[in-house]
C-alpha cells in the first residue's frame, strides 16, 4: 500500500473531508473554496502558532460583532486571462472586476480601522491595492447592470443622441404612414415593428409587392409579409449608420478598459489572493464559533492534555456532546482504550486524530483553555474494516497490510490510531500480535491511541510504563455506557450486560457465563469491582464537594450579613449626626439673617459678636452628638484616616492623631481646619464612599491665608471673597493674600472696589515683586 494512499485514506476515515466540506461553505470566494479543499498541513509550530493567533483576530471579531465586509463575487481568474491575452471583456465582466475592487477599498479600509484589534489581519490588509484609477473609470463607463453608460464618453453621448435623433424621426414617419389611406387598405393590422434592426410594416401577402418595397420576413402563417416600403429605405440606412457608430464607440470604450485590466492582470490577481486569504481565516473562525474551539499550546515534546474533548463533527451535527479529557504525558506511548461496545471509544479515536490535524491546519480546536497538544509529523489510522474480495483480501489481511504500511511509512513522532488492533483471527494468537505490534511502535517513539477489547492488551500497561490504561465508563445499574473517559484504569466490554439490554434471551446468556475461562471471569470480577470503587469514590467527591460548597456559601452569608449589620449600625449613627447638622444648618441660617442685618451697620465689632454666637451654639450641639456615642464605641483615629467633620458633614484626611491634643488638623479639598478630636469621626469607607469625592471648598492655605479667584466671574468671585471675609474675620490671620491675575483688569478692579468699602478690611495694596505683583492685593484685617 502506497504511503500516499494510506493517508488519504486515514483522512477519510477521520472525517476530515466533511470538515474541509463545512470550511469551504463559509467562504464567499470561489477561489477562497478552492483553497479550502486543498488546505495544506502546517509543518513549522511557529507557523501554527501565527496561523492560530490570526484565525483567532476573525474570532474576536464575531464576538464583537464586527464582520469583514466580504461578500460573493462572479469568480474573475478567467477576464484576467482573457484580457492578458488582448480579449475584450463584456460590460457584466468589469462591472464584476470593479466590484472586486470595492471590496478590495473596504476590506482594507475595514481591517485598518481595527489595527489595534487585529494585528495580523491589519498586516495582510495594508498590501492590498485598491487600484482606484481602474475602477473609477469602469465606475464612470459601466452601471452596476453591467451596461455601458450613455454619457460613458462625450463622444458616446453624441452618437447616442444623433441615434436617438434618426429613431425619433423615421418612429414620427411610421405613424404618418399609418394613419394615410395610401397605407390602410395594405396592411394587415394598424402597426410597424422591426426585421434584422430595420423598421417595417405587416403587408397583406396579396399587397406586398405594390409598394416596391423589400421584404424582411413572414408571419408563421404566412399571411403577411413584414416589407419596408421604398421610403422608409434612407431613414433606415441613416439609422442604421448612427446605431453602428454607437456600436463602434462602445467597442473601443470596452477595449480601452479591457486592456487597462490586462495591464494589472498580476495585481488583480494578487489583490484576489489576499482577498481568499482573509476570507479563509474569516471561514476558519466561524468554524471556531460554531464549534466552540481554542487555540491550543502546540509543544514540542510530544505532551497531550486535551481538556473537555469534543468531536468537531458531532457538534457540527448534534451541537452536544459529552466531553472529555485526554491526558497523555512524556512518559507514556499508547493510550489503550476499553470498554463496552458503543461505549464511544472509536469516537474519541477518531477525536484525537481529528484534532490533531485541525492544528495542523491552523484551526482552532473544541477544548478548554490550557489544552496543548504537539505538532504531529504526521497521522495515519487503521481503523473500519477494508475487506476487499476483488483483491482476495480478508478483513485479517487488509488491516495487516495497513499496519505494514504505517511502519513502513509513519516518521518517528507520527500519531498512529488503531481501532480494534487485530482482529478477525485467534483471539490468544490476535493479542500477541497486537501487543508485538504497540511495542514495535513505541520503540519507535510514536504516539499511538488504540481501541481494545483482549484482556492481556489491558494489561500491558501494568508491566511496560509507556502503556496507558484508559476506559469508556459503563453504569451497571443503568446497563448503558455514559461515553466518560476514566483513565488509569481497563474497562469491561460488558458483552453479556449489552447482549441482555438487547433482548438475548436467558438461557443463551447463563450458557454464554459457563464458557468463560476462570481467568477472564476473574479479569473482568477485578475491572467491575475497579470501576465501583471509582464511582463510589467519585459519587463521595461530589459529595464533599456540595458539602464544602455549601459551607463556603453559608460563611459568605454569614460575613456579607455580619457587613450588612455593621453598615447599618454606621447608617443609624450617620443619620443622628445629620439631624443634628440639620438643626446646626437651621440655628446658621436664623444667625446669617442676623448677621446681614449687622453687616449694613458696617460694625465689624456686632457682627464678629455674632459669629462668636453661632460658634456657641454650634458647640452645644456638637457636644450633644459626642455624648449620643461614648469613648468606648468610638474607634481610634490614626494621622493619614479618612474622617468627617461632624459640624460641616464635610469629608477629609486626618492630619495629626488625636491622641493627647485638644486640637487635630484636618485637610478638606486644599482647606486645613484645625478642630476638637470629639467633633471628627472615621469613615467606613464603602465602594460607593470611596467613590465619593467632597465637594470643592473655598481655597484657604493653613500657612497664609489667601484666596485664589483666577478665573472666576466678577460676580462670583465677590461672592466667595465675601463668604471668605467671613470666616477670615474670626481667625488670628490679619494680613489676607487675595490672588487674581491680570486679565483684562476688571476682576481686579471689582475686588479693589470692594475692598474698599468693605467693613473688615483695614487697608489693601498690590503686592510687592516677590509676592506676586499687581496681580496679587495684600490686605490687612481690622482689630476688633
Known amino acids: 500500500m502506497q504511503s500516499r494512499s494510506l493517508y488519504e485514506q486515514t483522512l477519510v476515515s477521520l472525517g476530515w473531508p466533511e470538515i474541509i466540506d463545512f470550511l469551504a461553505r463559509q467562504t464567499v470566494l470561489a477561489i477562497t473554496a478552492e483553497r479550502c479543499r486543498a488546505l495544506p498541513f502546517l509543518e513549522a509550530p511557529e507557523t501554527v502558532r501565527e496561523r492560530l493567533s490570526a484565525v483567532w483576530e476573525g474570532v474576536l471579531l464575531l464576538k464583537g460583532s464586527s464582520h469583514i465586509p466580504l461578500s460573493a ?30 471590496q478590495v477599498e473596504s476590506v482594507r479600509s475595514f481591517l485598518v480601522r ?38 460613458a464618453t462625450p463622444a458616446l453621448r453624441a452618437l447616442t443622441a444623433e441615434a436617438t435623433r434618426a429613431r425619433e424621426t423615421i418612429t414620427e414617419q411610421l405613424d404618418k404612414m399609418l394613419r394615410s389611406s395610401r397605407y390602410e387598405k395594405l396592411l394587415q393590422e394598424s402597426y410597424y415593428t422591426e426585421r434584422d434592426g430595420r423598421f417595417v410594416l405587416p403587408f397583406k401577402v396579396s399587397d406586398q409587392n405594390k409598394e416596391g418595397g423589400v421584404v424582411h420576413d413572414l408571419s408563421a402563417s404566412g399571411a403577411t409579409a413584414f416589407v419596408e416600403p421604398r421610403e422608409l429605405v434612407g431613414p433606415n440606412n441613416r439609422l442604421r449608420v448612427a446605431q453602428l457608430a454607437v456600436a463602434r464607440e462602445v467597442e473601443r470604450i470596452l477595449r480601452s478598459l479591457s486592456e487597462a485590466v490586462g495591464r494589472e492582470g498580476e495585481r488583480l490577481l494578487r489583490n484576489l489572493e489576499i482577498l481568499a486569504e482573509i476570507d479563509l481565516l474569516r471561514a476558519s473562525a466561524t468554524l471556531a464559533e460554531r464549534i466552540g474551539g481554542i487555540c491550543p499550546q502546540v509543544n514540542e515534546g510530544g505532551v497531550i492534555r486535551l481538556f473537555d474533548v469534543r468531536h468537531p463533527l458531532l457538534l457540527l451535527r448534534k451541537g452536544s456532546v459529552v466531553p472529555n479529557d485526554i491526558l497523555i504525558e512524556e512518559g507514556h506511548r499508547a493510550l489503550i482504550l476499553s470498554g463496552p461496545n458503543t461505549g464511544g471509544k472509536t469516537v474519541l479515536l477518531k477525536s484525537v486524530g481529528l484534532l490533531a490535524l485541525m492544528v495542523r491546519a491552523g484551526l482552532p480546536i473544541p477544548c478548554r483553555e490550557g489544552s496543548e497538544i504537539p505538532l504531529f509529523p504526521a497521522v495515519v489510522a487503521d481503523i473500519g474494516d477494508d475487506q476487499d474480495l476483488s483483491r482476495d483480501l480478508s478483513s485479517f ?56 477489547h483482549y484482556p492481556s492488551l489491558k494489561g500491558l500497561a501494568q508491566v511496560d510504563p509507556r502503556f496507558l490504561n484508559g476506559s469508556l465508563a459503563f453504569d451497571l445499574e443503568q446497563l448503558a455506557p455514559t461515553y466518560r473517559l476514566v483513565l488509569g484504569i481497563p474497562g469491561r466490554s460488558a458483552a453479556l450486560e449489552m447482549a441482555a439490554r438487547l433482548g438475548l434471551p436467558e438461557s443463551v446468556l447463563a450458557r454464554a457465563r459457563e464458557q468463560l475461562r476462570p481467568q477472564e471471569t476473574a479479569m473482568e470480577r477485578v475491572i467491575a469491582e475497579l470501576e465501583r470503587e471509582r464511582r463510589t469514590a467519585e459519587e463521595e467527591r461530589r459529595r464533599w464537594g456540595a458539602l464544602r460548597a455549601e459551607a463556603e456559601e453559608a460563611a459568605a452569608i454569614q460575613k456579607e450579613g455580619a457587613a450588612r449589620w455593621e453598615m447599618s449600625e454606621r447608617e443609624i449613627q450617620k443619620k443622628v449626626r445629620q439631624k443634628v447638622a440639620e438643626a446646626v444648618s437651621e440655628a446658621r441660617s436664623e444667625i446669617a439673617a442676623l448677621m446681614t442685618s449687622l453687616k449694613e451697620k458696617r460694625d465689624p465689632a456686632l457682627i464678629k459678636k455674632g ?53 487635630v488638623r484636618v485637610r478638606i479639598g486644599n482647606q ?23 465637594s470643592a471648598p473655598i481655597s484657604v492655605d493653613s500657612g497664609e491665608s489667601s484666596l485664589d479667584l483666577i478665573g472666576k466671574r466678577v460676580e462670583e468671585a465677590l461672592e466667595i471673597l465675601e463668604r471668605f471675609l467671613d470666616r477670615a474675620i474670626l481667625g488670628s490671620q490679619r494680613e489676607v493674600r487675595l490672588v487674581h491675575g491680570h486679565g483684562s483688569g476688571r476682576l481686579k478692579k471689582a475686588i479693589r472696589e470692594y475692598l474698599s468699602s468693605s467693613p473688615y478690611v483695614a487697608r489693601f495694596r498690590p503686592g510687592d515683586l516677590l509676592e506676586g505683583g499687581d496681580a496679587v492685593t495684600i490686605l490687612t484685617l481690622k482689630e476688633e
Not at 672 to 694: C, F, N, R, W, Y
Request: hydrophobic residues 40%; contains cysteine.
Open 611 to 663: 459669629r462668636e454666637t453661632l460658634s456657641e451654639i454650634e458647640k452645644k450641639i456638637g457636644d450633644g452628638l459626642v455624648r449620643r456615642e461614648p469613648d468606648s464605641a468610638r474607634p481610634s483615629l490614626q494621622a493619614g484616616q479618612r474622617v468627617e467633620v461632624l459640624s460641616l458633614r464635610k469629608q477629609g484626611t486626618l492630619l495629626d492623631s488625636p491622641e493627647g491634643l485638644k486640637k
Open 114 to 151: 481595527k489595527r489595534e484589534e487585529v494585528p495580523r489581519l491589519f498586516q495582510i490588509a495594508i498590501q492590498l491595492e485598491p487600484l482606484e484609477a481602474l475602477r473609477r473609470n469602469i465606475a464612470s463607463a459601466i452601471d452596476p447592470e453591467g451596461r455601458i453608460r450613455e454619457g
Open 672 to 694: 486645613t481646619l484645625s478642630v476638637s478630636p470629639d467633633a471628627i469621626e472615621g469613615v467606613l469607607q464603602s465602594p460607593e464612599e470611596k467613590a465619593e469625592k467632597p
Open 397 to 452: 489481511s487488509a488491516h495487516l497490510q495497513k499496519i505494514l504500511a504505517i511502519l513502513e511509512a509513519a516518521p518517528a513522532g507520527a500519531l498512529v490510531l488503531l481501532d480494534e488492533l487485530v482482529t478477525s483471527t485467534d483471539p490468544a494468537e490476535g493479542a500477541a500480535l497486537a501487543a508485538a505490534i504497540l511495542m514495535e511502535l513505541a520503540d519507535r517513539e510514536m504516539r499511538v491511541v488504540t481501541t481494545t
Open 73 to 102: 463575487v462572479a469568480d474573475p481568474r478567467p477576464c484576467f486571462t482573457r484580457a492578458a491575452k488582448g480579449a475584450v471583456l463584456e460590460g457584466a465582466e468589469l462591472r464584476g472586476i470593479h466590484d472586486l475592487l470595492e
